[in-house]
């Protein structure tokens, strides 16, 4: 009996592709990566046929529509995606915006990894205020009380806008933090120039760090506040911290 020729797939070198239509853009890609690292995309490509009883996703006729995503940040994900070193984190230069989406869809469909890489990255270049919105947005927990606790320490006023963009309620509870800050380090300072024989003029802002001089504002945002902010956002007590002492 004459043996067949017919070829067959190499185990590890033969890449079964998928294709996505996202704003009516074309992506053909890999499938490995979307099903090992996102639990959403491998049920998604565990099920391929259409309603029509048609296969999505093998070629283009027939994508898979990623409806409500944007290209510019499905982009983002790719980069990190298929660009990613050996290490947790990619070695990519991309923005504060770009790391952002990268963060959103990777929150959206449970890819682990780059969601990690968006937040380390995220950590280093996002200011304050910024990733307080993403620690609500994206339930990036570890980010939500070092950034409140930079902005209680930093002398700079909160802007209404900066308020806006936390949420009202956010911005109202930092602004009583910054408050009790602010009256406790004017007691601390007049009992000072009390025992100098200097007078006193004593004013505090609500939404303002103390700045009686630049020594007193660099030990202002050197203390950690954290355990103010946990009493007053109602979160969970973690051991002592340094405190701004009354004496």
């Not at 004017?186 to 009390?194: I, S, V, Y």
């Amino acid at each position: 009996m004459a043996s067949s020729n017919a070829p067959t797939r190499h185990l590890s070198f033969y890449v079964y592709t998928v294709t996505f239509s996202v704003e009516n853009c074309l992506f053909r890609l890999p499938r490995e990566p979307f099903q090992q690292e996102s639990e959403f995309f491998c049920d998604k490509l565990s099920s391929l046929q259409g309603e029509d009883g048609e296969v999505e996703g093998l070629g283009d006729e027939k994508p898979i529509r990623l409806d409500g995503v944007k290209k510019s940040d499905f982009e983002q994900l790719l980069k990190v995606l298929f660009h990613r070193t050996l290490t947790s984190s990619p070695d990519l230069l991309l923005s504060t915006d770009q790391w952002t989406s990268v963060l959103k869809l990777s929150t959206e469909w449970n890819f682990q990894r780059p969601r990690q890489a968006a937040v380390d990255a995220l950590r280093r270049e996002a200011g304050a205020v910024d990733r307080v919105v993403l620690s609500q947005r994206y339930k990036v927990e570890e980010f939500f009380l070092p950034a409140l606790n930079e902005l209680v320490q930093r002398s700079d006023l909160i802007t209404v806008e900066e308020a806006v963009q936390m949420g009202l309620d956010i911005g109202f509870k930092l602004a009583c933090v910054r408050e009790k800050v602010a009256v406790r380090k004017a007691k601390h300072m007049g009992r000072r120039t009390k025992r100098k024989g200097e007078k006193i003029e004593g004013s505090t802002q609500a939404f303002s760090a103390p700045n009686t001089s630049d020594k007193a504002a660099s030990r202002v945002q050197d203390i950690d506040f954290s355990d103010e902010i946990r009493a007053t956002f109602g979160l969970p007590v973690a051991p002592s911290s340094g405190r701004l002492d009354d004496s």
